[in-house]
Nanobody, 119 residues
Framework: QVQLVESGGGLVQPGGSLTLSCAAS????????VGWYRQAPGKQRELIAS?????STWYAEKGRFTISKDNAKNTAYLQMNSLKSEDTAVYYC???????????????WGQGTQVTVSS
């Protein structure tokens, strides 16, 4: 059974930084691509970053967010810098169901972690 558990969310001031973690069990980030999504109130869930097993990364907005993985810990991360109020959302981790793909396709979801950017 695949389980993805996000952590690291919370309240941060504008301009601050936060790093989200996604610990996986039942699936290996060394063989399956991973993506981070977010869903703001009243908006659709959107993909903000992804990483394939080949090391290719994609970002909806380059410069402020960085996706990474620690295969030994089977954990993915999303480092977020220069946070803005519009970054307030629930952030979700997602793991591709198919191993060793050249691109990321959404598969398994985590439960999400709330990020609130406010002074």
């Amino acid at each position: 059974q695949v389980q993805l558990v996000e952590s690291g969310g919370g309240l941060v001031q504008p301009g601050g930084s936060l790093t989200l973690s996604c610990a996986a069990s039942g699936i290996m980030f060394s063989s399956n691509a991973v993506g981070w999504y977010r869903q703001a109130p009243g908006k659709q869930r959107e993909l903000i970053a992804s990483s394939t097993t080949g090391g290719s990364t994609w970002y909806a907005e380059k410069g402020r967010f960085t996706i990474s993985k620690d295969n030994a810990k089977n954990t993915a991360y999303l480092q977020m810098n220069s946070l803005k109020s519009e970054d307030t959302a629930v952030y979700y981790c997602n793991a591709d169901r198919t191993p060793y793909t050249s691109w990321f396709t959404p598969g398994y979801w985590g439960q999400g972690t709330q990020v609130t950017v406010s002074s």
